[in-house]
C-alpha cells in the first residue's frame, strides 16, 4: 500500500496527534471527535503498516493497562512537481535532514535561505547547541548554547552576509511555543 493512502483525513489527524504526543486511543478519540472503535481500528491499520507502534503503560489506578501510541520512526513523505523531474520519495531523515525540513518550513525565502547557510557553520557544534529558533516576525535566530566558539563562527557569518537576518546566542532555552523551532537535541534524535 501506497503511503499516500496514510493521508486522508481521518489517518492524518491521528498521526498529527501521535506525532506531537504519544496518545491512548481514547484521547484521540476525544480530540478528533469520533468513536473509540473507529480510532482503534485505525491504529490497527497504521501499526500493521509500521508508521506507529504502541506500548503499554502501567496500571493506572483501576482498570488495565493502557496502549499508549507512538510515531514509530520519523519520516519525510516529500512530493516534489517539479517540470521533467516530478518525484514522490519517503525518507528516514537524518539529524541534518530534520533541521533543514524545519527551516524549509518558513514562509520567507530569504530566511530559508540564510538559515539554512547558518545551519551549515555551526552543525559541527551541534552537540554543544540545545536549541535553535527562529523569530519569524524579526528574521532573528537564536542559537542557546554555552559554547563561546560558536559566538566568533555566527559573528563572522554575519559580517559576511552583512547582516541580512539577526542572529544572538542565548545560553538558556527559548519558549519553543514563542518561535519556530528549528531544533531542539531533546526532540531531534537520530
Known amino acids: ?19 506531537k504526543k504519544p496518545s491512548s486511543p481514547v484521547k484521540i478519540s476525544e480530540e478528533i471527535g469520533t468513536s473509540v472503535a473507529y480510532v482503534s481500528q485505525q ?12 506500548e503499554r503503560t502501567r496500571e493506572v489506578g483501576k482498570g488495565k493497562p493502557r496502549l499508549i501510541y507512538s510515531i514509530s520512526e520519523d519520516i519525510f513523505h516529500i512530493t516534489a512537481l517539479i517540470n521533467k523531474t516530478p518525484e514522490k520519495k519517503k525518507i528516514i ?19 530559508i ?10 552543525e ?15 528574521s532573528k535566530v537564536t542559537i542557546s548554547s554555552k559554547n563561546k566558539k560558536i559566538e566568533s563562527i555566527i559573528q563572522s557569518f554575519l559580517k559576511e552576509i552583512n547582516n541580512k537576518i539577526s542572529c544572538e546566542i542565548s545560553p538558556a532555552t527559548k519558549d519553543p511555543n514563542l518561535f519556530h523551532q528549528i531544533y531542539n537535541s531533546e526532540a531531534i534524535t537520530v
Do not use: C, N
Open 1 to 19: 500500500m501506497e503511503f499516500d493512502d496514510f493521508l486522508t483525513q481521518p489517518k492524518w489527524q491521528i498521526l498529527e496527534l501521535i506525532a
Open 43 to 54: 491504529l490497527k491499520f497504521l501499526e500493521a503498516a509500521g508508521i506507529i507502534k504502541k
Open 93 to 111: 531523515p537524518s539529524i541534518h535532514q530534520k533541521i533543514v525540513l524545519r527551516i524549509w518550513m518558513l514562509d520567507d525565502k530569504d530566511l
Open 124 to 138: 559541527p557544534f551541534l552537540e554543544d547547541i540545545t536549541q535553535i529558533s527562529i523569530d519569524t516576525k524579526k
Open 113 to 122: 535561505y540564510f538559515s539554512e547557510k547558518l545551519l551549515w557553520r555551526v
